[in-house]
């Protein structure tokens, strides 16, 4: 029951940081709720990665709190609105 508690938690803490991140973000990011959260889960990984790094603890994996994951959901946002920034729009490959 614990394992199903800490998925929802972090659910809801990814779809908070998602939001926030594409509030901040500026430009459109035609993402869909779905997306909006992996993009905050993704993010909770990342920032804690990052915040593990800095803090010179090493390198480690796992999620981080609310703070951690709207940095790491506003890097992955970055990286992601740069890399895809030259591609055609309206067009499809």
């Known amino acids: 029951m614990e394992i199903l508690w800490n998925i ?3 659910i809801v803490v990814g ?3 998602g939001f926030i ?9 035609s993402m869909s709720v779905g997306m909006t959260i992996v ?6 990984f990342v920032g804690n990665l990052l ?7 090493g390198f480690e994996i796992g999620t981080a709190g ?5 940095i790491g959901a506003i890097v992955v946002l970055l990286v992601y609105v740069f ?7 309206g067009t499809r490959v």
Do not use: H
């Open 8 to 10: 929802i938690v972090l």
């Open 66 to 70: 609310i703070i951690g994951s709207i």
């Open 83 to 89: 890399a895809t920034r030259g591609r055609a729009r």
């Open 15 to 17: 779809a908070i940081a």
């Open 21 to 29: 991140a594409r509030a901040v973000v500026p430009g459109k990011q």
């Open 39 to 44: 993009l905050g889960v993704i993010g909770s």
């Open 51 to 57: 915040g593990s790094l800095l803090s010179g603890r």
